[in-house]
């Protein structure tokens, strides 16, 4: 184990998923910290793996029986070198400072990655708002922006949604922002369309995931059309993956959500995943009621005490995890590897642990990380706040076009780097080392702040 690792877990060992991002930026950069060995002198992984700023607060607020509730939250602002922070906002009760840490850290090499002027951060608390009324989450919200107002602004701090987060919370944190601030600044990304958002944000991340997944597969002489596909997840990233999958006539025979998944021998065509946007967006209900109103369709549970999720027995040819870190483990991934996959995109963030992709990589499998795979929410997300700054729209085929070139453009810049650096087809390695390079170099030019 390197030093900056042990140094890290021995800092804050209970920080595991932080420590998997770092150890697989680590495991990447070996040759270039060869090649540049000033990197080193001037401790810059000392220096990028440790946030600039993070702060913690109390989130108190009234449930609709009237009793008080308390949650914590959280702004972990990484790095700042490239641009103002952005990253996502996660409400979920598994959030805690290790997991936003590793949002963060992703976070700041994806936006590099995507060439547009912006560092990296995270933010987010342990409330559920999955089973709150519409008045508790416009609540909590409320009272979680009374805080977190303090640090935003366009040229500071910029989230956008992540799990948890979606149209309605943006929504209601949006009014909350404008209320303290007293200004109407794009200083949150997600917006609803009548109020400074941007089209194709909320299909960004899926399509964008989808455009990447497509240029992998034309480098061996394939397309999406007719591959079978695997897609986990039933939120915003996995429904416009599926959706754009579909469009491009692959055949999506799976989603699911934390209780279980449906598969669909058939494949899910447009009206089965207009039922499904309606039941998790607008009726907030649970994936087992598609299998209810399709008689094709089958559903099962989530077994927690099985080695592998039941999702991932499935035959495919591609596998698109977009759910949440580490949902694709050793198992899994020997699972999938059994049943002959071609490629495994990355949706979510991390959604794969380090021995998964070690199988994949190991197998020859075209293997895209998220951080590269779904910079396309990002990506669109900076538009988003050009738009905003220029005070217009631009039309939905410009966003997507814009989205595809973005997305091609990282595609390419992953591959070459990764034959620059001595491992051709390694996208995990040339994502980790094209991003990294353009990072640290702004941090050296700026000194040591
Ligand atoms: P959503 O909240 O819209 O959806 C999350 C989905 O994942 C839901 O189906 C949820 O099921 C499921 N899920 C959440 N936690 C777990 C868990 N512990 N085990 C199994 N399933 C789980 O989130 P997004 O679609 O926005 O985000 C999904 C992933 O994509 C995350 O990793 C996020 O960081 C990443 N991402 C998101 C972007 C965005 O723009 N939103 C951009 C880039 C990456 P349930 O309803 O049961 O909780």
Known sequence: MTDILKQI??????????HQAVREMVDSIGPVLARQPHYAAAAVLERITEPERIVTFRVPWVDDRGKVCIHRGYLVEMNSAIGPFKGGLRFHPSVNQGILKFLAFEQVFKNALTTLPLGGGAGGTDFEPKGRSDEEVMRFCQSFMRELYR??????????????????????LFGALRKLDNQFTGALTGKGLQWGGSLFRAEAAGYGC?????????????????????????????LHTAEKLIALGAKVVSLSDSSGHIYDPEGLDAEKLQFVKVLKNIRRGRIREAADRFPGISYTAADADSEVNPLWRHRADCVFPCATQNEIGEQDAYSLINNNIKLVCEGANMPCTSEAIDIFLGKNILFAPGKAANAGGVAVSGLEMVQNSMRLSWLGSEVDERLRIIMRAIH??????????????????????????????AMLDQGVV
């Open 210 to 238: 989808v455009y990447f997944a497509a240029e992998m597969l034309m480098t061996r002489g394939m397309g999406l059309a007719d591959q079978v596909c695997l897609v986990s997840g039933s939120g915003n990233v996995a």
């Open 151 to 172: 640090h935003l602004g366009p040229h500071t701090d910029i989230p956008g949604g992540d799990i948890g987060v979606g149209a309605r919370e943006i929504g209601f």
């Open 412 to 441: 390419n810049r992953c591959l070459e780097t990764a034959a620059a650096y001595g491992t051709p087809g390694n996208y995990l390695n040339g994502a980790n080392i094209a991003a990294f390079v353009r990072v640290v170099d």
């Open 9 to 18: 877990i021995s800092r804050d060992p209970w920080e595991r998923e932080y």
